[in-house]
DNA sequence: ATAGGGTTAG
């Protein structure tokens, strides 16, 4: 037989990942250096399996050589597993280690034949039936009274987890001696256990190694092995809370063991996702505390949760915090921070930022350069509050910086900008000129322009231009059709809200719960009830369910159209299906029952909503005091409206006011109304237009033109603006007594009640 | 990083 050939294949490199854990527990220890060097031993191992390859096993025991080779000073457990290992089955591994064990009888002999037992278990371990097989030599190894090794256990334990055996593993682990329960083989056991799904299992073995007195703590593998399963969903669902993960995470920092980044930050954002803030916001605390190395993406994480909970203080605090702890932010970092600024339409604070980044001149010396990303976030933040002449500066900055030139996203902001404040031809200035730089437009694009021409009454270029776009291949998605549809309901054209809707059912795209809640508002605010439940029947079919707003939608149409009976089946179904009504609901029925006359059952409905936990607010007053006030109970809606800021601690506000101050005005009690004017100004709330109009209705009536002055100049004083009932009113009135010259200076701004010098 | 929506009192 050729050894050469032989050993080579029987060293085969196992996997690098079985390597990696076997290599954690060295293998029998080197000969001491006082004895013979290596050379000799391995001079020895080759005479014996020389020796012994070439006796038959029946007469090893007669040759005396064999014996004098391997017997005569004690061997080596080194030496032991190195001739075991070479022989070329198991089963002849096993005849060898029964010579052995009839030739080494003192207990020193008992961690060789430890050692020569696990050669026979590798051997085993590669062969074909290996299950089985290596089952059978455990319970021959125990029968024996031979320990096993510490990679016999591991070996064993792995082998029978990866066959599925775990029943076998855990045996193994339980039977072992509890002394040479390491760290490693403990390591082995919990992924075993892990891969299998047994998460508490895991976790019990986990413990007793977490334990501050732990005399086998865990290591950094321990940390891998037992982090990444459980960020997997369905180990999330297997029972392990956060709560739990918070805890562990903090135990594995007390034996300076720490997740890495990526985990970390997955862990944070996931907290955050699930309105857990504070628990990511302890971990990351608890982990600088015990000082771990943490990186930006970690505390980026929380940053982002934070921002998305309006919390700038802690915000604030974790990038001190960061600047402690010699954390370096990225440019995820700026780009967190600029975009919650933006949303908060607090730009000049974002560009603050934004300039000190890359400006690395200050005593931070941070100096990160801002990505297209940055950009973008900022021209959209600027575009958002009006100042798009801005935005296209920072476009122009954009084009000048490395890297970072426009895209189709910078265009995108920069039209909804000039779209939204009403310059539509702007808008298509740059849809224009984003082609000719070679940027395709997108159907966010078409979205932006199409959204823009909408609002601002230009809806037959809106289809216009949907449909040239279409014709260039440029197709629309849900958002295009809902934003048509919403405009033709808003002009009251059901018809073509309606032919859009089968259009976009015909056009192949997928339509969302959107499109359908704005055909079934439509439908209800133009009173077709019967339609809207149709749509919401085809809602339904596909698959989609009426939310809450849907549902006050449908209550509110069907109250204004007096079908009472139609609003409860709307709330029987509600309650069916465990969806509570929100105040929105009740303030509905209350205002649909009080301006019916039936006060007493609007009481009714407050009562229940009471007890359902809401309370009644601004909205609810208002409802009963406007009832009030239609049915000519004005001296009533006061008595409500003094209560409701007393007793009920709610604050009016300009609409209740607005009700009121109209009523009174209408009742011929124009001086109480003026008083409820002063009253606003106490209390600090704003008369608006809407105010003003009723003020000035009821003033004509009475004639009261010098009050009327000295409100238009108030109206001036305050940029408030008025429309075109205030002119109507105004024109009509001033023209009727010859104050037209009043009228001229009020429109163009100017003070009128004092007299022209 | 960019686009659409509906409800209650005026």
Same mark, same amino acid.
């Given at each position: 037989?050729?050894?050469?050939? +032989? ?30 060097? +290596? ?57 060898? %280690? ?18 020569? %037992? +696990? ?103 321990? !940390? ?43 862990? @944070? ?95 931070? !010396? ?12 900022? $021209? ?20 000048? +910086? ?98 859009? %809707? ?20 439509? /439908? ?136 009121? @101050? ?48 000295? /409100?238009?100049?108030?109206? $001036? ?10 002119? *109507?009113?105004?024109? *009509? ?25």
């Amino acid at each position: 037989m050729n050894l050469t050939k +032989q050993s080579k294949l029987l060293f085969k490199p196992p996997p690098l990942l079985l390597l990696r854990r076997l290599s954690a527990e060295p293998n029998p220890p080197p000969p001491p250096l006082h004895q013979s060097p +290596q050379d000799s031993e391995s001079s020895i191992m080759t005479q014996a399996l020389d020796l012994l390859l070439q006796t038959p096993q029946n007469e090893w025991n007669a040759s005396p050589q064999l014996k004098h080779l391997l017997f005569s000073s004690s061997p080596t457990p080194r030496l032991l597993i190195q001739i075991t290992r070479r022989f070329p089955s198991s089963s002849e591994a096993l005849t060898f %280690f029964n010579y052995i064990r009839s030739n080494l009888v003192s207990e020193e002999s008992i961690p060789s034949l430890s050692y020569a %037992f +696990q050669a026979v278990f590798e051997l085993a371990s590669r062969e074909p039936d290996s299950p089985e097989k290596l089952f059978d030599l455990y319970k021959a190894c125990k029968d024996q009274n031979v320990p096993l090794s510490i990679n016999s256990a591991t070996l064993l334990i792995r082998f029978f987890g990866k066959v599925n055996m775990v029943d076998q593993s855990l045996l193994v682990y339980n039977e072992l001696d509890p002394n040479i329960r390491n760290t490693h083989i403990r390591n082995v056991l919990i992924d075993v256990l892990l891969r299998d799904g047994r998460v508490r299992d895991a976790l019990i073995v986990l413990d007793e190694m977490l334990d501050r007195e732990s005399n086998f703590p865990p290591n950094d593998l321990t !940390g891998d092995i037992v982090f990444y399963p459980l960020m997997k969903k369905e180990h999330v669902r297997s029972g392990v809370s956060d709560e739990e993960i918070v805890a562990l995470v903090s135990k594995f920092g007390e034996h300076g063991v720490f997740p890495n980044t990526l985990w970390l930050s997955h862990l @944070i954002a996931r907290f955050c996702r699930n309105r857990k803030c504070d628990q990511a916001w302890d971990i990351l605390h608890e982990l600088m505390k015990l000082g771990a190395a943490l990186e930006a993406a970690s505390c980026n994480a929380l940053l982002t949760g934070l921002g998305k909970d309006g919390d700038f203080k802690r915000m604030n605090q974790l990038l001190v915090e960061m600047k402690e702890n010699d954390i370096e932010p990225d440019v995820v970092t700026f780009g967190i921070l600029i975009n919650r600024l933006c949303k908060s339409y607090k730009v000049d604070e974002a560009l603050e930022v934004f300039e000190k980044m890359s400006g690395g001149k200050d005593s931070d !010396g941070v100096s990160v350069e801002p990505d297209a990303i940055i950009y973008n976030t900022l $021209i959209d933040g600027f575009c958002k509050v009006g100042r798009q002449e801005e935005g296209l500066g920072l476009m122009e900055r954009m084009r000048l +910086q490395k890297g970072c030139a426009p895209n189709v996203v910078t265009y995108n902001c920069l039209i909804d900008g000039f779209c939204k404040s009403g310059n539509i031809e702007r808008g298509q200035e740059l849809f224009d000129q984003m082609k000719e730089e070679g940027i395709m437009p997108n159907v966010i694009t078409l979205n932006t322009l199409v959204d823009g021409m909408c609002r601002h009454g230009r809806i037959s270029s809106a289809v216009e231009f949907f449909r040239e776009m279409k014709s260039k291949g440029l197709q629309g998605n849900a958002v295009t059709y809902s934003t048509l549809i919403n405009a033709f309901c808003n002009v009251n054209n059901i018809q073509e809200a309606m032919k859009w %809707f089968d259009d976009m059912c015909g056009a192949g795209c997928s339509v969302d719960a959107i499109v359908y809640y704005v055909l079934i508002s439509g /439908l209800c605010q133009a009173g077709r009830m019967n339609d809207a439940s149709l749509v919401v029947s085809n809602l339904k079919e596909a698959g989609f369910c009426p939310d809450l707003v849907c549902y006050n939608v449908l209550i509110s149409g069907f109250c204004k159209k007096n079908m009472l009976d139609k609003a409860y089946e709307v709330l029987k179904e509600m309650d069916d299906i465990g969806m509570k009504p929100d105040s929105v609901t009740y303030n509905t029925l209350i205002s649909y029952l009080s301006k019916s006359g039936n006060f007493s059952a609007a009481g009714r409905v407050m009562k229940k909503m009471i007890k359902e936990g809401l309370v009644p607010n601004v909205v609810t007053y208002g409802a009963i005091i406007h009832a009030y006030c239609l049915n000519g109970l004005v001296d009533e809606a006061m008595k409500i409206f003094k209560d409701m800021s007393s007793a009920s601690k709610v604050a009016p506000n300009t609409v209740i006011y607005n009700i009121l @101050i109209d009523s009174l005005c209408k009742n011929n009690q124009v001086e109480l109304a003026l008083s409820l004017m002063d009253d606003m100004k106490v209390k600090g709330v704003r008369p608006n237009t809407n105010t003003y109009n009723a003020m000035f209705k009821g003033l004509r009536e009475k004639n009261m033109l010098e009050k009327a002055f000295k /409100l238009m100049d108030k109206m $001036i004083e305050h940029a408030c603006h008025p429309d075109y009932i205030s002119m *109507e009113i105004l024109t *009509e009135w001033l023209s009727a007594v010859g104050q037209t010259e009043k009228l001229k200076k009020f429109v163009q701004g100017y003070a009128v009640s004092v007299a022209p010098a």
